[in-house]
């Protein structure tokens, strides 16, 4: 009799545990939408923004300070494209809607997808780094050969830390497809 | 005080099958200790041997005897078999052979998973092993694996090593569940928990960490798997993904891991200092609020891994200050272990001197450790030789010596023979000797900036990776004394008493040596 109750009570004790590393093993996967939504929140990671153009239109230019943003661009080793800004620079007002055009040229002789990551440092402007337009918002395709000229529009949140004249942008090409 | 009835020779004609079918069926804990305990010193011996080919190549600078892709596979699965292969199995055979006993318990509470988590294990180990002798040769990227050198980068028997992986969380898992289903439900009556043996204790709360963390890593490498082969982009930033989140995905398993790999250590010097101090435990409760504390913080303090990543400074302070609190803890268990001593009658068995070796060393890789922690002087030890020196520290000088010295406190007890205590002392002198000629030299290392995971070095670091590798050949060496010794104790020498020392604690001294095939069949009375 008190053997059987052991029994019952090893059994549950098994399949609760049992739960909770299944729960664990969940937990693991759930660390990846946390871990984005921790970043997005804190705008850690360099993660940017975007928002609309009409919110963008709608915000008020702070006249009074400017910021410089420089461009850095780099290709993952193994895509052949020549990818570049435009100009290395430009100067802008918090509020201000910044446009700058990005060369990307495909060097190969087959049509390759990418996906540009972009960083921003420091990191703590990033939730005030938005923008409107960016080839960074979708996977590229370029045929063999093929030259794009691409735009990046972005506006700087007047509510950006004081003590910030100048920030950089970088954007990585990563390939997407195989071979 | 505890005192048993007499009750084991009831069942002395019931004893165990002849020839290999009782290793494979057997659902004994006993039996499958000593399995976890064979298993864990074969590994031990061929993750060692692995270690003697890095050890035999940074002889000196240059290349000499391996090509660097060999080397690389050499680092990582000597650290993976050590981690999962020769230190967990050991604490987890040391579980099965004496919880039961120490709680007054017939078995584990679940015998035929028991038999199940161990022979998963052999399988799992072959399969991590056979990974060498696959084409494009086995992981190469450390034992952390970080994306995206294990996913895009890694070669293609990653995926061998992925399942491993999946089999050795499978076994640590079922282990420690039934760790915990033992201890909760299986004690003598008026065992009460603030009266349980601290291995035991340090053991629950182990088996807990093991239930969190290792479905962690399961998760990890299995989204390891899907980025390799099924097109997703966990850890790919081309598909949106991130290699940082990685490592924070392995280092929230990773940090508990350090911990399930020393926790028990803990339980195993506590049961020992106080036998040969003739003296009770000082601070039995605090012992265990310490551990829980301690088990408790190593889910907070995973980013002090990754220092260099770049995170913000609100992030760094947070994961520096947490780390640093380990300390508190820690020190109470050092402090207590130190008063248990304090005004004792000490003698020095063989297995005191494993467990003051422990005490010293391991408490010299905590202090290396607390210098790592503070995240401006990390920016210059990261991935040095430094932190190699650290862990080793804490894991050769701590886990593997506490294990030791735990098997020369119950060997007598498993066998029902004394060891040759002379050898035994030869073999205690000569590894703590060796020990710190091996690891002490890589501190300096470190500091002069010598990278770790690399089989070539600029000259100035000659003299003293010199003095690390003829450390490290005579460390390897004196575990085939070890080898020896067991095999003459198992197979003879001088009978032991039931008590084996003078005045031990605890119910599995209550029983006869070599502990009955079954003991405790009628639960004890604990008073």
Redesign the interface.
Known sequence: MQELQ?QK??QQ??LK??A??????????A??PL??LFCDI?G??GKTGQVSVTEARNTTIDMSRSITVRFVTTS?SELPWEFKPLADKITVHPGELGKVNFSIKNMADHAIT??A?PSLAP??VSKYFNKTECFCFSQQTLQAGEEIIAPVHFIIDPAAPKDISQVILSY?F???TKG | MSTATAHDTAHDHHGPPAGLSRWLFTTNHKDIGTLYLWFSFTMLLIGGAMAMVIRAELFQPGMQIVDPNFFNQMTTLHGLIMVFGAIMPAFVGLANWLIPMMIGAPDM??PR?NNWSFWILPFAGTLLLSTLFMEGGGPNFGWTFYAPLSTTYGPESTDFFIFAVHLLGMSS?MG??NI??TI???RAPGMTLMKMPLFVWTWLITAFLL??????????V??MLADRHFGTS?F?????G?P??FQ??FW??GHPEVYIMILPAFGIISQIVPTFSRKKLFGYSSMVYATASIAFLSFIVWAHHMYTV???VA?ELFFMYATILISVPTGVKVFNWVATMWRGALTFEVPMLWALAFIFLFTLGGFSGLMLGVTPADTQYHDTYFVVAHFHYVLVAGALFSIIAAVYYWLPKWTGHMYDQTLAKIHFWWSVISVNILFFPMHFLGLAGMPRRIPDYAIQFAEFNQLASIGGFAFGLSQLLFLYILIKTIRGGEKATDKVWEKPEGLEWTVASPAPYHTFATPPQVK
């Open positions: 052991l009570a090893n004790l098994l545990l049992s909770v590393a299944v729960l664990m093993f969940g937990f693991g996967f660390l990846v871990y984005n804190t850690l990671n993952q990418a996906q990551i990191t703590k990585t990563f390939k997407s | 509470a679940l998973m898992i420690a569940i915990i289903a909760l439900n299986m239930i969190a963390a290792m479905p962690v890593l399961a998760g990890a299995t989204m966990f790919n930033a081309a598909g949106g991130d940082i989140l924070h995905v929230f398993f770049g995170m913000p992030g």
